[in-house]
């Protein structure tokens, strides 16, 4: 997710704004809308990106219905080599994981609440929203899913005596963690939490006391499986990583492949998170378009608000805007699933056709996620370094890396990969919940044209101009 | 790899009215025999019966013959679509083409 912009302004706005910090955001700032300027570089109309983007993903469908060998799907799909990883190691790995998780979450709060106020000087900020946010976050699916290791708050919570006795009703399934992601989504976007050191530290104390006091009442497994949404969020990207730990051990895999099993034992919500993920890819660009805040902007003054009303009003339309947009997209997937009956011929509910498709988009949802945090990580990484150093006593100078222009078209790439692969994701799962060849391939076509639809959304957002949301 | 497990088969609902075929291993329902007997040998291989595996023999023939036309017109939409964009680029780009 963007945080970005929100560090880029509150420096410029920053009185203790160096000269170095000043030369360091213009060249951050040209690289701000990275996604936007990949293609407004190579000159192309936008209505063409556009386009592309739909015709990208019908042809690669097309493409992907020539392949058509069960066995070969297969043997790519489940292809994997044993990683050793003797028990003492895990041990040792395990713990040192579980060790610095608690410490670097002690150190943010610490640092958030008596360091530096200027953002990009702070440990805190720049360890969230730089180091795990979008570094650590982008691990989960190129590497492998670590946080059950990492996770500081299941350490501390696994180490308190408490046995956790309650339980949850089986009917909420999930539920509750894509309550907290949406939850989580907005305050990121209509908070300060990126540039305002103490807002963040307060955010995280908070999300602390609830979190450690939520998985003492009701078991971390419990907690971290079904109502934390970061916990789940990682284990999904997880599944998209080519390093897999199962019970028989660690596993090497190729990329997304982990998908096509054991997706059959959906919790209820299990669906609707994962188009949650995928809508709050969408819904972080969104509000960075002029159109969004040309409509924010008409409600406030249709409604004539002013001071604090205005205040109240405008986080309630992101709110609106986000379960709205959450809903759309929940319900075009239903739609498909509904369509996908009938194209494929089959009695299936089109619940169970929709959630044994769904981890298929996981792949798009990482290839956004990539194509955000890339860029800011790179280039932020080296600031993180030195604020971290200067933690311990070492002096290092505070520079970000530039990133070169052609990166821009680097990102739009990860999208496209992304897309690559959820479509054969997606092929691999419908050969083997749908009898031959052909009712497979048909089953995919609702999809496909809502993910047509969905792509090309999302590279008219990606095209648009970046803007502040301005009546934040 | 996952084969269909009974929590889905559970979720199958024919209605009264729809013509329905039964999986005689794993009772999931289909629409129509082709379906059925597809399914027979994709899942249940290891414990086919004769007439079973002759079932899904003709019937995956009769999938290829319907899948090689199916790829004909797969390959000629790939080839215009690929055609369309390379033109709309060219006329986009004003590379002096058109």
Same mark, same amino acid.
């Given at each position: ?71 070969? !799907? ?112 907005? !305050? ?45 969020? $990682? ?40 188009? /949650? ?62 369509? /996908? ?11 169970? !056709? ?22 800011? $990580? ?95 | ?98």
């Amino acid at each position: 997710m963007t945080q970005v912009a929100g560090i880029a302004t509150a420096t410029v706005t920053s009185p203790m704004v160096t000269d170095g910090f000043l030369a360091f955001l213009q060249a951050f700032l040209a690289h701000v809308g990275g996604l936007s300027q990949a293609a407004a570089e190579a000159s192309v109309p936008g209505w063409l990106t556009v386009m592309t983007g739909g015709v990208l993903v019908g042809g690669s469908f097309l493409f992907t219905s020539l392949l058509t060998d069960h066995e070969g !799907i297969r043997a790519v799909n489940g292809w994997r080599a044993r990683i050793p990883a003797p028990s003492h190691i895990r041990r040792i790995v395990r713990g040192l994981f579980g060790l610095g998780g608690v410490l670097v979450l002690g150190v943010v709060i610490i640092t958030g609440l008596t360091g530096p106020t200027e953002p990009t000087r702070n440990f805190a900020i720049l360890a969230v929203w730089v180091g795990w946010w979008a570094g650590y976050a982008m691990s989960t699916y190129l590497l492998g899913n670590t946080w059950p290791l990492l996770n500081p708050w299941r350490t501390i919570a696994s180490a308190l005596p408490f046995d956790g006795g309650r339980s949850l009703p089986d009917r909420y399934g999930v539920w509750p963690s894509v309550v907290g992601l949406l939850g989580l989504i907005w !305050i990121e976007v209509v908070s300060p939490l990126a540039a305002d050191p103490r807002a963040l530290a307060w955010l995280v104390l908070l999300y602390s006391v609830v979190t450690i006091t939520g998985a003492t009442m009701y078991g971390p497994d419990t907690w971290f499986g079904q109502v934390d949404p970061m916990a789940r969020v $990682f284990e999904l990207y997880g599944r998209v990583a080519p390093i897999q730990v199962t019970d028989e051990g660690v596993e090497l895999r190729f990329h997304g492949t982990a998908l096509t099993e054991g997706q059959s034992s959906g919790d209820a919500g299990a669906m609707a998170f994962v188009i /949650a993920l995928l809508w709050a890819t969408t819904f972080d660009g969104l509000v960075t378009t002029p159109v969004w805040n040309d409509i924010v902007g008409s409600l406030i003054g249709g409604f004539g608000l002013t001071g604090v009303l205005q205040q109240i009003f405008v986080p309630s339309v992101y709110l609106l805007g986000l379960i709205s947009g959450f809903v759309i997209f929940l319900g075009a997937y239903q739609v498909a699933s509904r369509y /996908a009956r009938r194209t494929a011929g089959s009695y299936l509910s089109a619940e169970t !056709i929709g959630r044994w498709l769904v981890p298929s988009l996981l792949p798009i949802a990482a290839g956004y996620h990539i194509a955000h945090s890339l860029g800011y $990580f790179i280039s932020l990484v080296p600031a993180l370094g030195a604020v971290s150093a200067g933690l311990v006593g070492i002096g290092l100078p505070l520079q970000v890396a530039v990133l070169p222009a052609w990166f821009g078209t680097l990102q739009l790439g990860f999208v496209v990969l992304g897309h690559l692969l959820a479509v054969w994701i997606a092929h691999a799962l419908a050969m083997e919940l749908f009898p031959g060849i052909l009712r497979p391939i048909r089953s995919q076509y609702p999809y496909v044209i809502v993910m047509m639809v969905y792509t090309m959304t999302s590279a008219y957002v990606i095209g648009q101009p970046f803007v502040e949301p301005v009546y934040l | 790899m996952s084969t269909p497990d009974p929590a889905i088969l559970e979720s199958a609902h024919p209605s009264d009215d729809q013509s329905v075929e039964w999986c005689p291993h794993c009772g999931r329902p289909f629409p129509d025999e082709t379906g059925r007997d597809l399914h027979l040998g994709d899942v249940h291989d290891a414990v086919l019966t004769d007439d079973q595996r002759a079932a899904y023999e003709s019937a995956t023939a009769a999938e290829e013959d319907t899948l090689f036309y199916f790829h004909i017109k797969v390959v000629a939409t790939l080839g215009v679509l690929y055609a369309a964009v390379v033109l709309l680029y060219m006329v986009a780009l004003g590379s002096g083409f058109i």
